[in-house]
């Protein structure tokens, strides 16, 4: 197999590079290197999703004619890795990845044009309200009631989980709209302002105690029926077509990017003037999570093969959400175990973009702790590993 670039794509890696090291500042790099959870911060965030849309960059898998790149599937690949191995600010994924491609499939003309030149913007940002107390993977048990209320829903009920929600002025959500038929059958999707009255956020903090997610009440939220996307209690439609830009992406340049830092603190030296890496059992479980990332990095390859002969990844995907939730696990713990005893200050001040509070230990392990306990969410959010599993063995191995 042939897996290098034309020249032409190379020629393309180096304008974005050069791009890159233009444009990406000291303090974007820290907040994205000592970033201690699954979500950067929404003030780096916004930051530089506005230099990337000023450029015309902000929006690379969308379809040219709403505001996409135009590139082709390889520049794609490029961008992504060039952007993770440079240490730029990841996006979050609720607007650019989630709303706007499932309101170019399903949105109405006037939904399309309200609302993707604001996603391109960064004007709105949007937070997902899928999940609640009680449906998380049975998803379609949902229950927060929409009763028609004139040219209004009126909304009752809670989501939870929901990342960003204390950040975001927009939410697209699933309610229920009907108790007849198939669960199914009755749920509706809707686009809401947060600002609504009756919309309040609580948060949620995580064990390392910072705060993604948050629990969302409504209390008679009025949200005009213009805003149901697709129909009337057919939301479940556009709710799994979303989904399908939510799952996959192994994100193997971000995997190398840590399993680098792993080497580097392990190479220190410690008492005796011997280093972790000299340590034959380290080394090997390193290497062993050198190859799962190479196995996953081939995996991209073919995926991008077959989408560029215009097949889809379907639910193939969920194989790369599982692997890619699996590494990122594994190569949490092995950075825990570099660090050795420093694990155990913890510096919030220390990872703060701008600071100049000194490290305790290297600068490189202050995110490290908190990183590990919020990764033990990654084999949860967007659909549990035992969810894709069955998605696979069904859709994949039709067993
Ligand atoms: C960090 C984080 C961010 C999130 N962000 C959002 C968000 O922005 N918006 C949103 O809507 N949701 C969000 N979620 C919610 C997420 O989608 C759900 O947590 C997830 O779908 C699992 O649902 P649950 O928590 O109700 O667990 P449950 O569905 O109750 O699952 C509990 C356990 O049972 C297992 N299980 C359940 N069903 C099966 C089955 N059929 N076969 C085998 N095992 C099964 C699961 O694998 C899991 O181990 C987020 C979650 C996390 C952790």
Redesign the pocket.
């Known amino acids: 197999m042939n897996i290098s670039f034309s020249d032409a794509h190379e020629a393309f890696r180096e304008e974005v590079q050069a791009f890159l090291n233009a444009s990406l500042t000291d303090e974007l790099r820290t907040a994205q290197r000592f970033c201690p959870?699954?979500?950067l911060d929404y003030e780096h965030n916004i930051r530089w999703h506005k230099i990337l849309f000023e450029k015309g960059w902000i929006a690379p898998s969308w379809p040219k004619q709403y505001g996409g790149t135009g590139w082709d599937l390889t520049q794609k690949y490029i961008w992504s890795t060039e952007t993770t191995l440079a240490g730029a600010p990841s996006l979050a994924p609720?607007g650019l990845g989630m709303c706007g491609p499932m309101l170019i499939g399903f949105g109405s003309e006037e939904q399309q044009q309200t609302y993707l030149p604001r996603i391109l913007s960064g004007e709105d940002y949007w937070?997902?309200?899928?999940?609640?107390?009680?449906?998380?993977?049975?998803?379609a048990s949902l229950k927060l009631r929409a009763e028609s209320d004139g040219e209004h829903f009126r909304l009752n009920g809670s989501?939870?989980?929901?990342?960003?929600?204390h950040f975001a002025n927009r939410m697209f959500?699933?309610v229920r709209t009907s108790n007849s038929g198939k669960p199914q059958e009755g749920i509706t999707f809707l686009l809401l302002d947060m600002n609504t009255p009756g919309i309040t956020v609580e948060p949620i903090l995580?064990a390392s105690g910072t705060h993604?997610?948050n629990q969302v009440f409504f209390e008679d939220a009025r949200i005009p029926k213009t805003n149901v996307v697709g129909q009337v209690h057919q939301g479940w439609t556009v709710a799994k077509y979303l989904l399908e830009f939510e799952r996959g992406g192994g994100g193997s340049a971000a995997h190398q990017t840590a399993l680098t830092r792993i080497r580097q603190l392990a190479n220190q030296q410690r008492e005796g003037g011997q280093t972790l890496l000299d340590d034959a059992d380290f080394k090997r479980k390193l290497d062993a999570a050198d190859v799962q990332l190479q196995g996953i990095q081939y995996t991209e390859f073919r995926i991008m093969a077959a989408l560029s002969k215009g097949q889809k990844p379907g639910p193939e995907s969920s194989i790369m959400k599982n692997f890619g939730a699996d590494i990122g696990q594994r190569l949490t713990e092995l950075a825990i175990e570099a660090m050795g005893f420093y694990i155990a200050p913890d510096q919030p001040q220390a990872r703060a973009a701008g600071q100049n509070v000194p490290a305790i230990g290297t600068a490189d392990g202050v995110a490290v702790f908190p990183r590990y306990f919020?990764l033990?969410?990654?084999?949860?959010?967007?659909?549990?590993?035992?969810?894709q599993?069955?998605i696979v063995a069904k859709l994949v191995l039709g067993l």
């Open positions: 959870g699954m979500f609720m937070c997902q309200g899928y999940s609640e107390p009680g449906s998380g993977s049975d998803l989501k939870i989980w929901t990342t960003h929600a959500c699933l995580f993604e997610v919020n033990r969410a990654s084999s949860i959010a967007g659909g549990t590993n035992e969810v599993k069955n």
